[in-house]
């Protein structure tokens, strides 16, 4: 988007200053000395990426959140439909992930989150949603809307568009139609990708070669570590790569990049994967993209030693740690995950003080 109005200085005015305060220590994380906290940039999108958000701002201060913008359903659909914007929904997720853990940071981040339930044009809309795409309309640049949203709810952290243009995901999809198991359809639209029967093959995004956010790009090259994961393979993780300015940055950053695995396969986009499986397509998408740490739930990974060969292929070491609720869900525990990204960065990264 483009072009500013005199609003802007008055809006930003009227925001106060960010309530969020130092990171809270994840449970068995040890205090971090001041000035030491690793610049950390999260890759993904809905859920998935909510959850390492969640973890994340609960062990660093210089936190930013690089979000798809390929969803087509919902609330997000509609908005992008009837106004030609970007998707707001995953940005909204991510916003309320870093809001924090007082009363201000959680009242926000169920406002932002309410939808509205009626009989009209506003069913299902989700309040954060409407008031992202006021903003990006009142001000006219996706990034400083953002932040201004970020500062009204103090947010631990920063969220930015993965590209500056909404993108249709696309995906190769064989058996999707059980009468013709062994035929190659194209599936279009990340919502219907999400929830396809058959194998996904391989995805893509329309435009083919999309505008990076360049300020997406700038966190990833400066970032001490880069997390991709957890979240739908296909429509939230692999898209990332698939944007070639950010993929450049991904591949030439000196950050440490780690990849964190889904606690159990989708139904439809995943059904049947294993934990390798995944590292597998995910090589094919990005073939020149290394990581340094594959970070997986030890109760997810029933064979350890074919992961760890799968995982050397891109140049990462296997982590395993209990990361899940203890609820039965397929569910983060955004303790745990702290307290397994905290590890993982200390083992891992270098030696000294953070830069």
């Given at each position: 988007?483009?072009?500013?109005?005199?609003?802007?200085?008055?809006?930003?005015?009227?925001?106060?200053?960010?309530?969020?305060?130092?990171?809270?220590?994840?449970?068995?994380?040890?205090?971090?000395?001041?000035?030491?906290?690793?610049?950390?940039?999260?890759?993904?999108?809905?859920?998935?990426?909510?959850?390492?958000?969640?973890?994340?701002?609960?062990?660093?201060?210089?936190?930013?959140?690089?979000?798809?913008?390929?969803?087509?359903?919902?609330?997000?659909?509609?908005?992008?439909?009837?106004?030609?914007?970007l998707?707001?929904?995953?940005?909204?997720?991510?916003?309320?992930?870093?809001?924090?853990?007082d009363?201000?940071?959680?009242?926000?981040?169920?406002?932002?989150?309410?939808?509205?339930?009626?009989?009209?044009?506003?069913?299902?809309?989700?309040?954060?949603?409407?008031?992202?795409?006021?903003?990006?309309?009142?001000?006219?640049?996706?990034?400083?809307?953002?932040?201004?949203?970020?500062?009204?709810?103090?947010?631990?952290?920063?969220?930015?568009?993965?590209?500056?243009?909404?993108?249709?995901?696309?995906?190769?999809?064989?058996?999707?139609?059980?009468?013709?198991?062994?035929?190659?359809?194209?599936?279009r639209?990340?919502?219907?990708v999400?929830l396809?029967?058959?194998?996904?093959?391989?995805?893509?995004?329309?435009?083919?070669?999309?505008?990076?956010?360049?300020?997406?790009?700038?966190?990833?090259?400066?970032a001490?570590?880069?997390?991709?994961?957890?979240?739908?393979?296909?429509?939230?993780?692999?898209?990332?790569?698939?944007?070639?300015?950010?993929?450049?940055?991904?591949?030439?950053?000196?950050?440490?990049?780690?990849?964190?695995?889904?606690?159990?396969?989708?139904?439809?986009?995943?059904?049947?994967?294993?934990?390798?499986?995944?590292?597998?397509?995910?090589?094919?998408?990005?073939?020149?993209l290394?990581?340094?740490?594959?970070?997986?739930?030890?109760?997810?990974?029933?064979?350890?030693?074919?992961?760890?060969?799968?995982?050397?292929?891109?140049?990462?070491?296997?982590?395993?740690a209990?990361?899940?609720?203890?609820?039965?869900?397929?569910?983060?525990?955004?303790?745990?995950?702290?307290?397994?990204?905290?590890?993982?960065?200390?083992?891992?990264?270098?030696?000294?003080?953070?830069?």
């Amino acid at each position: 988007m483009t072009g500013r109005t005199p609003r802007l200085s008055r809006l930003r005015r009227a925001v106060p200053e960010s309530r969020a305060g130092r990171p809270v220590e994840a449970r068995g994380a040890k205090p971090r000395r001041r000035g030491t906290q690793p610049k950390v940039v999260a890759l993904g999108g809905g859920m998935g990426l909510s959850a390492s958000l969640a973890a994340l701002r609960r062990i660093t201060g210089d936190l930013t959140a690089v979000v798809t913008v390929a969803d087509d359903g919902g609330s997000s659909g509609r908005l992008r439909d009837e106004l030609g914007v970007l998707p707001p929904g995953d940005l909204r997720k991510a916003l309320a992930a870093l809001c924090g853990d007082d009363d201000w940071g959680q009242t926000w981040a169920r406002v932002i989150q309410h939808r509205f339930h009626s009989k009209g044009d506003l069913h299902d809309h989700a309040v954060g949603n409407l008031l992202i795409v006021a903003l990006w309309e009142q001000l006219g640049d996706h990034v400083q809307a953002l932040d201004l949203v970020g500062k009204l709810l103090g947010a631990h952290g920063r969220v930015l568009p993965m590209s500056a243009v909404p993108l249709e995901l696309q995906a190769l999809v064989k058996g999707h139609d059980p009468d013709r198991p062994e035929d190659v359809d194209t599936i279009r639209g990340q919502a219907n990708v999400a929830l396809t029967p058959g194998e996904v093959q391989s995805v893509h995004v329309v435009p083919h070669d999309p505008p990076a956010v360049p300020e997406a790009v700038a966190a990833v090259r400066d970032a001490d570590w880069v997390v991709l994961g957890p979240g739908s393979w296909f429509s939230s993780v692999i898209p990332h790569l698939l944007v070639p300015d950010l993929l450049d940055a991904l591949i030439e950053t000196k950050a440490r990049r780690v990849l964190s695995l889904n606690l159990a396969p989708q139904p439809g986009e995943t059904e049947g994967f294993s934990p390798q499986r995944h590292l597998e397509v995910l090589g094919r998408h990005a073939p020149k993209l290394a990581l340094d740490v594959v970070l997986a739930d030890e109760a997810a990974v029933p064979d350890r030693d074919v992961l760890t060969e799968a995982a050397k292929r891109l140049g990462a070491a296997v982590e395993l740690a209990p990361v899940a609720r203890t609820d039965g869900t397929p569910r983060h525990d955004p303790e745990l995950l702290a307290a397994a990204y905290d590890r993982i960065f200390r083992m891992h990264g270098r030696i000294g003080p953070w830069r």
